[in-house]
């Protein structure tokens, strides 16, 4: 079965500064999908970011981006000049055929 | 465009009592999905549809029924309730198989029992 592990259950950092959660996942398929959500008090689900499998170039997003490592099946989101506004819990998902995975989140507080 | 809409938003349910909780999307999509969220951890599926008419079980599926008579609804049946069921409830849905890229949540139901 596929898996995604998020090994950070908290993580904070400071307002303008960076820092980078991590995800890893197993799989067995060549083709997939990967993405980053956001979920805030509200439990809205609000997706930060996306990578298709087969494209080689890091996907970006304004201040938000991703270290995509294939072959190490690695999932990194970074959030650059971090804003109030950003602190959440981020869930790292993979998506293939009809199955779609969530890791169990790390909570991010950002310090004023 | 509504999008995902679910309802009701809470409910408290006794031991034993059953309960339907619905979903429905306006975006004529061909695939829905019933997730659970328990309290600090990520979605698990509970139960899948590909299309009216067409269920399949997720990875959480014991205790709920589904059920697909058109595109656009979706409910997810909850008989003799039990405490381990108490969770956050999202629908999803995407166009097709695999068009990850643009699943669309619902708001959640958080559903209590006591």
């Known amino acids: 079965a596929q898996t995604v592990t998020q090994s950070q259950p908290e993580m904070s950092v400071q307002e303008a500064e960076t820092v980078t959660l991590s995800c890893t996942y197993d799989t067995s398929e060549s083709d997939y999908y990967l993405f980053w959500y956001k979920q805030p008090p509200s439990r809205q689900m609000i997706l930060v970011i996306r990578q298709e499998a087969y494209k080689q170039q890091n996907a970006t997003e304004n201040r938000f981006s991703v270290n995509f490592q294939k072959a190490a099946k690695s999932f990194s989101l970074k959030i650059s000049d971090s804003q109030l506004g950003d602190a959440a819990m981020y869930f790292c998902?993979?998506?293939?055929?009809?199955?779609?995975?969530f890791g169990t989140g790390t909570s991010l507080t950002v310090i004023p | 465009n509504a999008g995902v809409t679910q309802t009701p938003k809470f409910r408290i349910l006794k031991i034993g009592q059953s309960m339907t909780l619905q979903c429905t999307q306006d975006?004529?999509?061909?695939?829905m999905y019933w997730y659970r969220q328990d309290p600090g951890m990520g979605l698990k599926l509970i139960y899948y549809?590909?299309?009216?008419?067409?269920?399949d079980k997720g990875e959480v599926p014991n205790g709920y029924n589904v059920s697909r008579s058109t595109t656009e609804d979706f409910p997810l049946r909850l008989e003799l309730a039990a405490p381990s069921q108490t969770s956050v409830y999202f629908c999803a849905s995407i166009l097709d198989g695999g068009r990850w890229d643009e699943q669309f949540f619902g708001p959640g139901t958080r559903l209590t029992v006591l």
């Open positions: 998902a993979y998506g293939s055929g009809n199955q779609f995975y």
């Open positions: 549809s590909v299309g009216a008419g067409i269920t």
């Open positions: 975006m004529n999509h061909n695939y």
